[in-house]
């Protein structure tokens, strides 16, 4: 039988490591700073993301990732042996994309639990605009 979306989103989430809203929080409240991805698209972040977050959507993470793609990101190339913490809207996306990472040597990347709603749901910072860095 063919696999579907959800038995690939739940083999990631077996082999990943999970973050709470509150542990993110506190690690960016704690100046730990680990480099926060967010995997959605543009047109999703312009809506709302985590302040500080970075865009590379969940179809480049790989590109974004390889040191020899031509559309890759340094500043997620150096953070290899930095935490580095990846969201989407429910969790579902960024599993697969933290997953992606992990198999590419990252040595300690993390999806956010509950994505951006249980973020948004917990009362913590939400902002609003379109990302003004440097799309992969």
Request: charged residues 30%; glycine residues 6%.
């Amino acid at each position: 039988m063919p696999k579907t979306l959800s038995d690939y989103i739940r083999e990631a989430r077996a082999r990943i490591t999970e973050i709470t809203a509150d542990d993110l929080a506190d690690l960016l409240d704690d100046g730990e700073a680990p480099l926060l991805i967010d995997t959605r698209e543009p047109y999703e972040y312009a809506v709302r993301h985590i302040p500080g977050a970075a865009l590379i959507p969940r179809g480049v993470i790989e590109s974004a990732a390889d040191p020899n793609n031509a559309r890759r990101v340094d500043a997620l190339l150096e953070a290899r042996d930095r935490t580095v913490v990846l969201y989407c809207d429910t969790g579902a996306r960024s599993a697969l994309a933290t997953a992606v990472l992990q198999d590419m040597g990252y040595a300690d990347v993390r999806n956010l639990a509950g994505g951006l709603k249980l973020w948004d749901a917990e009362d913590y910072d939400i902002e609003t605009g379109e990302y003004t860095g440097t799309l992969p």
